[in-house]
């Protein structure tokens, strides 16, 4: 991690008045340094090695702490050239190490520990602790409790239903036993099942929950000895007793899960987050700097394009990962603590750095695309240089004091005040660079009145405009993170509260118990787990025995709500459970001698096998889950029946092989009788919504009568979410009969569509009075919007947007015949020509109206006139632009 920086020397500093500034040379200047010379020695005090500010360049990630138990196993495991291999190998070998301690009760011979053999014999240790350990661990501390108590409160609920069915009924279904007391089991045990499902639960929870259940149910309504009893009657017992050992065994693995997650330290979901945010603060300005370095550049560069579109990609992944982190450290704090506190500021920093990656992608786009800059550009940017690179200086120095400071979950009074130096700092740093600017345009851009001025500057320099337009948001959103800092030391409540565990009322939340297509799935399900409980109760010929609840069972453990790739995942699944109890029974039939060798060989076989099967889990998202299941079904297999003991039984392994292809059939059956519908059919209506949500949000801004702005940006990001992932659905979707899905073309789409999102809440932040949701549309878009020249602006707009959305059907075009809609003439009629005439016509309307008056103009320049004019005409030519990109990739399909 970076160093901390010293904020005792900042805060001398601030008391004795003397200035903080960043040089453009690179170095930071601390304590009033004059020189970068002068601020070198500042910085590194004498005898000490390292700089008290850190050093604006390599990426924080790549900053690791020297020594120490974390950096030495990645260095070992290549860290420096692939921190991801690293990051998921060092987790397979943590994990397959304690899946070898785990199963050492089962290698080692029998009666050397008698307590040990005393706990197995009553069933409250067995192979299941090692299944549920596996299938459990996660790679951070909060996501394994996460797991774990999803697991234990899904075990919970099945062993209390029961216990209350033996408490009623303490002998369960007998041969002497009135039929109501089948008849009330059946029901209970339906009812049970059924709740689980319709209940809006985590899926971990009712998995666990249904697959104990279907074994409990099938228990009480067999006749004979269940020993199964309810505490409060007279036979229970607390050794072979059904209920508790689930209990114990759930607890046992889960106690194991989450110690593993300590050893040899701890893999804090929080400390994930926090070096993410770490990586992000230095990603987020250098990105500026890249744009900046691109921009000044007398002519675009196309590699230098290539190289931020990568980068783009890049900071876009690590963006993504920093909300599931904060999500899961809840558990590593139950919502108490420093920890807690730490959790607010980075959702606070996650929300800040969303909405700036929006700005930067839409200036990215617009300057990336251009083929020529203007004459003008050159001196422009020259002049703006020195204080655009001090200005990106101070605001990545404030981001790493911000989060510096909140790592302790603390504030004391030299922190505040060396955040409140820093702010100061970079708001002189903004004035300068927006007084270099205005005079810059004054200087280049003459005219004989101002209209003519405001002309020439919004022709000329319309991309500079968009660009500092976008800057001063950047720079307003880190001042804004950095004042709620300042206030959250005041007001441990200033931020607002993370989104924590759902309230027990999203049980019955009817958005999702009542949608359709989750009562399709509960009923899919329910039918599959019914079906096998039946064959499983009356048994079938010689393939099923009577009272068997292993189909059910496994019809429990598969559940899971694909639509499109379900064929696939179950095909899977099969390959997972044959080869892994195959790998399993082979390895312990050749080693199964209680000789020191054999056991040594055996749990040498059973790690490297897990660091395989695990590595694959963690590393893959294509086959993680057939890596799961080879490792949990293989690693039982393994210690089956213990050493001495000839454990291979060809006819069980037989039946549960049988068991779960029967299971994924019934599973595969229903799912074809009851789809919740065809995925390329939701991905074509996800598409399309995304298009009309765009189309609708335009509507709006583009509206007089509308005086609010109200954003669309959150509902068009969940609809492109949605279309993504049902495309990847769609593309392991099974055709039949019809053509193949144009997976290519699709994914396509949804880039251009993600490009018009980031463009669209680009606009709406700008056009808003407080950059804020629901706030009233600032003057400058209100005095466009009664221009004859926007007005017929943003019907090209609508027009284009309304040509292109037949388009999408192409989706939903399913034969060999040429889709109808490309003869369509309004979809390939040009309008580049008409939209570069009307943006021209619109520059000479408003150039002269009073709203653009510069004169005494102060403030931030995202208030600038002219700034939010070229904000708004570059946002809607990029708009069109990715409109038209959409078209073309759909035209170029056939």
């Not at 036979?235 to 899960?257: D, H, K, P, R, W």
């Not at 292809?661 to 399309?688: E, F, N, Q, T």
């Not at 309304?802 to 060999?816: D, M, S, Y």
């Amino acid at each position: 991690s970076i160093p901390f920086l010293d904020l005792h020397i900042v805060v001398a500093s601030t008391l004795n008045s003397r200035p903080i500034h960043a040089m453009s040379s690179g170095s930071t200047m601390l304590l009033g340094a004059s020189s970068p010379k002068q601020a070198q020695e500042c910085d590194i005090e004498k005898g000490d090695a390292n700089p008290l500010l850190p050093k604006v360049g390599a990426s924080p990630l790549q900053k690791r702490a020297a020594g120490g138990c974390r950096n030495a196993i990645a260095k070992i495991l290549l860290g420096d050239s692939n921190p991801k291999f690293a990051n998921d190998a060092e987790m397979a070998l943590r994990a397959s190490f304690f899946v070898v301690v785990l199963g050492l009760p089962f290698l080692i011979p029998k009666d050397n520990f008698p307590t040990l053999d005393f706990v197995m014999k009553h069933g409250m240790y067995t192979t299941s602790v090692v299944t549920f350990f596996i299938y459990n661990l996660s790679k951070t501390t909060g996501e394994t409790i996460m797991n774990v108590v999803c697991g234990l409160r899904g075990t919970f609920l099945a062993v209390l239903n029961m216990w209350m069915m033996y408490y009623f009924f303490p002998d369960g279904v007998t041969e002497t036993s009135p039929d109501y007391v089948f008849w009330i089991g059946l029901a209970d045990g339906a009812m049970f099942i059924t709740v689980m499902l319709l209940l809006n639960f985590h899926i971990s929870t009712v998995i666990f929950a249904v697959s104990n259940a279907t074994g409990f149910w099938m228990a009480f309504l067999q006749p004979g000895d269940d020993s199964f009893a309810c505490p409060f009657t007279e036979s229970f017992q607390l050794l072979g007793n059904v209920g508790v050992n689930s209990l114990i065994t759930v607890a046992a693995g889960g106690v194991l899960c989450i110690m593993v997650t300590f050893l040899p330290y701890p893999r804090w979901a929080l400390f994930d987050a926090r070096d993410t945010a770490k990586d992000l603060i230095h990603s987020m300005p250098a990105l500026w700097k890249t744009l900046a370095d691109f921009f000044i550049e007398a002519e675009p560069n196309a590699f230098s394009a290539d190289k931020i579109h990568s980068r783009m990609r890049r900071l876009a992944k690590t963006v993504t990962t920093l909300e599931g982190s904060i999500a899961n450290s809840w558990y590593e704090c139950f919502g108490s603590c420093r920890r807690h506190y730490l959790r607010r500021v980075l959702n606070a920093l996650d929300k800040m750095i969303h909405e700036n990656y929006d700005r930067i992608y839409s200036t990215c786009n617009a300057i990336t695309g251009a083929e020529d800059w203007n004459p003008l550009h050159s001196q422009m940017m020259h002049l703006l240089k020195p204080s655009l690179f001090v200005a990106i200086k101070e605001a990545e120095v404030l981001l790493q004091v911000c989060l510096e400071s909140s790592f302790d979950g603390q504030w004391t009074e030299v922190e505040v005040v060396a955040i409140q130096k820093m702010c100061a700092s970079l708001r002189r740093a903004e004035g300068e660079l927006t007084k270099a600017f205005r005079d810059a345009r004054d200087q280049l851009v003459q005219g004989i009145d101002e209209a003519t001025r405001n002309k020439e500057c919004m022709k000329a320099l319309l991309m500079e405009h968009m660009f500092v337009h976008n800057f001063a948001g950047f720079v307003r959103l880190v001042l804004g993170f950095a004042d709620d800092l300042v206030q959250q030391s005041k007001d441990s409540k200033h931020f607002p509260p993370v989104t924590e565990r759902p309230a027990i009322s999203s049980l019955w939340d009817r958005t999702v118990v009542l949608d359709r297509a989750h009562l399709t799935w509960v009923a899919r399900a329910c039918l599959s787990i019914f079906t096998g409980f039946a064959i499983g109760y009356f048994g079938f010929m010689d393939l099923f025995n009577k009272f068997d609840a292993s189909i059910a069972t496994t019809a429990s453990v598969l559940l899971s709500n694909f639509l499109g790739s379900a064929m696939v995942k179950n095909l899977g699944r099969v390959q997972g459970v044959v080869l892994g109890t195959v790998a399993g029974q082979i390895a312990h039939a050749t080693l199964e001698s209680c000789d020191t060798w054999s056991i040594g060989a055996l749990a040498l076989t059973l790690f490297f096998y897990s660091c395989i099967t695990l590595f694959i889990y963690y590393s893959s998202t294509e086959y993680a889950y057939l890596a799961c299941l080879l490792a949990a079904f293989g690693g039982s297999g393994m210690l089956s029946g213990g050493c001495g003991t000839h454990s291979l039984d060809k006819g069980a392994s037989y039946d549960a092989i049988l068991s779960t292809v029967c299971a994924i059939s019934l599973i595969v059956v229903y799912d074809i009788l009851l789809p919740s519908g065809r995925a390329s059919d939701m991905a074509h209506k996800a598409l399309k919504g995304s298009m009309e949500t765009l189309q609708r949000a335009l509507g709006m801004h583009f509206d007089p009568a509308e005086e609010k702005v109200h954003f669309h940006k959150g509902d068009l990001l969940s609809s492109i979410s949605s279309a993504e992932g049902m495309g990847a659905e769609a593309y392991n979707e099974p055709r039949y009969w019809r053509t193949e899905w144009k997976h290519s073309v699709y994914t396509q789409s949804v880039e251009h569509a993600y490009r018009l999102r980031y463009n669209l809440a680009t606009m709406e932040t700008c056009v808003s009075e407080g950059f804020k949701d629901q706030g009233v549309k600032h003057d400058v878009m209100k005095m466009l919007l009664q221009t004859k020249g926007f007005i017929r602006l943003a019907d090209l707009v609508r027009d284009k947007l309304r040509a292109v959305r037949p388009l999408v059907g192409i989706f939903k075009h399913e034969t060999c015949e040429r889709f109808p809609g490309l003869a369509d003439a309004e979809t390939l009629r040009m309008v580049r020509r008409e939209v570069e005439e009307v943006e021209h016509a619109v520059i000479a309307e408003v150039a002269g109206n009073p709203a653009l008056r510069r004169k005494g103009i102060e403030g931030s320049l995202e208030k600038d006139p002219l700034c939010q004019v070229c904000m708004v005409l570059s946002s809607v030519t990029s708009i069109l632009d990715g409109v038209r990109e959409l078209q073309h990739c759909i035209l170029r399909s056939e």
